[in-house]
C-alpha cells in the first residue's frame, strides 16, 4: 500500500502519530533536544478516553514555546518546512484538519529529507513521490518514506499499543537526521 493509501486509511490516532513523527523527526533542525514532543507522544498513548485526548492541545503548547525559534526570515528552507509543521499542526486533533496537516507533514518531511541529503545533488527539485515504491529516491529520502509508511502500518495494526514503537522509529530517523544536520553544518562553518 501507498504512503497516500496509508494516510487516507489512518484513523485519527495514526493520523496524529504520522504527522508528530515527521515533526518529531525533523526536531533538529529547531534545536530541540529528544523530548521535545515527548508530552504530545504520551497523548497518543493514552487509551483511556479520546484520541489524542482533551491534553493534546495543552502539551500542544507547551512544545510550541519551547521550540519557538527566531522569525523565520532568513532561515534555510529545510528549517522553515519544520517549523510550518509545528505551527501547522492543530490544537483539536480531529477530522479534515488532522488529516490534512498529517499529510501536510508527510510531503514536508520527505522534501526536508531531500533537501539535506547529500545523494539528491545541489538543487532538488520538486515533491518526493508518495503514491510509488523508493526506487530511485536518495538513500536518505527513501528512508524517510519507509519511516513514514512504517508508522502508519504500526498504528493500523496495533492501534494504542503501536505508539511505542512508532515512537521507536521516529527517534531512529531523528538520530539519522540530527547527524545530518550536525555534518551540514560542519560543512558551512
Same mark, same amino acid.
Given at each position: 500500500?501507498? #504512503?497516500?493509501?496509508?494516510?487516507?486509511?489512518?484513523?485519527?490516532?495514526? #493520523?496524529?502519530?504520522?504527522?508528530?513523527? !515527521? %515533526?518529531?523527526? !525533523?526536531?533538529?533542525?529547531?534545536?530541540?533536544?529528544?523530548?521535545?514532543?515527548?508530552?504530545?507522544?504520551?497523548? %497518543?498513548?493514552?487509551?483511556?478516553?479520546?484520541?489524542?485526548?482533551?491534553?493534546?492541545?495543552?502539551?500542544?503548547?507547551? $512544545?510550541?514555546?519551547?521550540?519557538?525559534?527566531?522569525?523565520?526570515?532568513? +532561515?534555510? +528552507?529545510?528549517? $522553515?518546512?519544520? /517549523?510550518?509543521?509545528?505551527? =501547522?499542526?492543530?490544537?483539536? !486533533?480531529?477530522?479534515?484538519?488532522? &488529516?490534512?496537516?498529517?499529510?501536510? !507533514?508527510?510531503?514536508?518531511?520527505? &522534501?526536508?529529507? &531531500?533537501?539535506?541529503?547529500?545523494?539528491?545533488?545541489? =538543487?532538488?527539485?520538486?515533491?518526493?513521490?508518495?503514491?510509488?515504491?523508493?526506487?530511485?529516491?536518495?538513500?536518505?529520502? =527513501?528512508?524517510?518514506? /519507509?519511516?513514514?509508511?512504517?508508522? #502508519?502500518?504500526?498504528?493500523?495494526?496495533?492501534?494504542?499499543?503501536?505508539?511505542?514503537?512508532?515512537?521507536?522509529?521516529?527517534?531512529?530517523?531523528? /538520530?539519522?537526521? &540530527?547527524?545530518?544536520?550536525?555534518?551540514?553544518?560542519?560543512?558551512?562553518?
Amino acid at each position: 500500500m501507498s #504512503l497516500v493509501e496509508l494516510i487516507a486509511r489512518a484513523d485519527t490516532r495514526g #493520523l496524529a502519530a504520522s504527522g508528530l513523527a !515527521c %515533526l518529531d523527526r !525533523c526536531v533538529p533542525l529547531l534545536d530541540g533536544d529528544d523530548e521535545a514532543l515527548r508530552p504530545l507522544w504520551a497523548t %497518543l498513548a493514552d487509551t483511556s478516553g479520546d484520541v489524542p485526548g482533551p491534553d493534546w492541545a495543552e502539551a500542544l503548547a507547551q $512544545v510550541r514555546d519551547k521550540l519557538a525559534g527566531p522569525d523565520a526570515t532568513g +532561515e534555510d +528552507e529545510a528549517v $522553515v518546512l519544520a /517549523r510550518r509543521m509545528l505551527a =501547522a499542526a492543530p490544537a483539536e !486533533c480531529s477530522g479534515p484538519a488532522l &488529516r490534512t496537516w498529517a499529510d501536510a !507533514c508527510s510531503a514536508a518531511s520527505l &522534501r526536508i529529507h &531531500r533537501l539535506l541529503d547529500p545523494a539528491a545533488g545541489a =538543487a532538488p527539485e520538486g515533491d518526493v513521490p508518495r503514491d510509488a515504491g523508493t526506487e530511485g529516491l536518495p538513500p536518505l529520502v =527513501a528512508a524517510e518514506l /519507509r519511516r513514514q509508511a512504517g508508522v #502508519l502500518e504500526l498504528l493500523a495494526g496495533h492501534g494504542a499499543a503501536g505508539v511505542r514503537p512508532a515512537l521507536e522509529v521516529s527517534t531512529e530517523g531523528r /538520530r539519522v537526521l &540530527r547527524a545530518v544536520v550536525s555534518r551540514r553544518a560542519r560543512g558551512r562553518g
